[in-house]
């Protein structure tokens, strides 16, 4: 931390985000036979989203996965989670066993609140479902993986393509990085933000 003007300095926080897991049918399974599956997380207020293919659904795996996307926010723009919500699919979730899970027990060390959908498909989730539409239409669609590795080795072109170059309706055709110093702006001079 930077102490500034007698403030305290940290990250930027952000309220809330969304956790998902995306499994796109045979648009993953790649020429070598691998099936992938994406793990993303996505900033409510700016629509920034970052995200891993990953091979298979173990606890481990995904909290892994969350964990990278985690600290791609914190370095990339500084910015951290205070809550993140998720369905109730046990590869994100088992309430009665926090300390047992691996998502839970990330969350819980970070010390970011665990909230959850209402039910599967509710529109709580609606801006990840938004997401992976358009993961599907501008990149999943167009090109064709030979291998899971050339896969994760093009998604972060595209991340960096949807948070910087993109325009988003729901952002006034502004794109997630432009709506994050937007904010910024809006709150220099804020103390509370």
């Keep these: 931390m930077i102490e500034t003007n007698g403030n305290l300095a940290g990250p930027r926080i952000s309220e809330s985000g969304f956790l998902d897991i995306y499994t796109p049918g045979n648009r993953l399974v790649v020429k070598d036979g691998s099936i992938c599956h994406l793990v993303a997380i996505m900033d409510e207020r700016t ?3 970052w995200g891993q293919a990953v091979e298979d659904l173990e606890g481990l795996t995904v909290m892994f996965a969350a964990m990278k996307s985690i600290n791609y926010f914190l370095v990339k723009y500084d910015l951290r989670f205070i809550s993140f919500m998720t369905d109730d699919r046990p590869e994100l979730a088992c309430p009665d066993a926090v300390d ?3 998502v839970e027990r990330m969350m819980k060390e970070l010390f970011i609140e665990h909230r959850y959908a209402r039910r599967p498909g509710f529109r709580d989730n609606g801006k990840m479902k938004r997401l992976w539409r358009t993961i599907n239409e501008e990149f999943l669609d167009r090109y064709y993986f030979e291998s899971a590795e050339q896969l994760r080795d093009a998604l972060p072109d595209y991340f960096v393509h949807y948070n910087e170059v993109r325009p988003h309706h729901a952002l006034g055709y502004d794109t997630p990085a432009k709506a994050l110093e937007s904010l ?7 103390p509370e933000g």
């Design 100 to 102: 047992g899970h691996p």
């Design 47 to 49: 629509r920034l989203a």
């Design 184 to 190: 910024q702006d809006t709150n220099r001079g804020h």
